[in-house]
């Protein structure tokens, strides 16, 4: 009786050990998908290293009616290019709206097809993803290189080691002022240039009809920015500035 009790035990103190294992494992997994600076595979910016006071404003999703021109109004009012990280299905629904920001000179990067998590999936369902909507991305008239950023920011195996074997580049950022709700304008404002630095990447979700506060916000983010002494690139002008070191 008593060996059958210590058995018993033992086998429960084998079983809440690994289940330990396999959670801490699990929490380990889920924060290295949603980090911005660390992948398994491949290349990963989130910033660049530079003394430059250069900057690369970045938006992500859409192209949608609500935002997308008043963004390019902004932006051009201020003469400042800009990275557009695009889904393929809303270059299918808008596609006089991904040519309006090709043709104003804007960079524009692969967001995925369905903006779906990229966790979790195959590696043939990761290729359609991202080659359907490069395919879209070149109707739009834009010939320049196809960055590529996760939605969401979420990968883990086989988004990374899809970009890699294909020499892509996986772009996140150092400053998202709206990535974690609707803030206010003058929230988004504050954040943006309290915590940009020389070679920052900042995104901001503001096509949608939802964020109209974060499309106030560009103006005088852009502002005071530039009264700050910054200039504006895109990402691959950003990527292509040499390190401090070289």
Request: charged content about 20%; hydrophobic content about 45%; overall charge positive.
């Amino acid at each position: 009786m008593i060996l059958k009790s210590r058995r018993a035990r033992k086998r429960t103190i084998v079983v809440a050990s690994t289940l330990v294992v396999v959670l801490a494992g699990a929490v380990t997994l889920f924060e290295v998908a949603k980090s911005p600076t660390f992948q398994f595979f491949g290349t990963l910016v989130d910033r660049v290293d530079t003394t430059e006071k250069i900057v690369a404003l970045t938006f992500d999703d859409g192209p949608d009616p609500a935002g997308t021109q008043a963004i390019l109004d902004t932006l051009k009012s201020r003469q400042v290019p800009a990275t557009f990280f695009l889904i393929g299905r809303e270059i299918a629904a808008h596609p006089d709206l991904a040519r309006g920001i090709a043709a104003a000179g804007h960079e524009i990067g692969n967001h995925s097809f369905s903006h779906d998590r990229m966790i979790g999936v195959t590696p043939a369902w990761v290729a359609d993803e991202v080659e359907a909507t490069d395919a879209l991305i070149r109707t739009t008239g834009y010939t320049g290189e196809i960055l590529f950023r996760p939605p969401n920011g979420k990968k883990l195996f086989a988004l990374p080691h899809y970009l890699a074997q294909h020499h892509r580049t996986t772009i996140t950022w150092d400053v998202a002022p709206d990535s974690d709700g609707i803030p206010d304008a003058a929230t988004v404002e504050r954040v943006v240039v309290d915590q940009v630095r020389p070679g920052s990447i900042v995104v901001l979700h503001a096509m949608y009809a939802s964020r109209e506060q974060s499309r106030r916000a560009i103006g005088p983010i852009l502002d005071t920015l530039k009264q700050r002494g910054f200039r504006f690139v895109t990402v691959s002008q950003l990527l292509s500035r040499p390190s401090p070191a070289g």
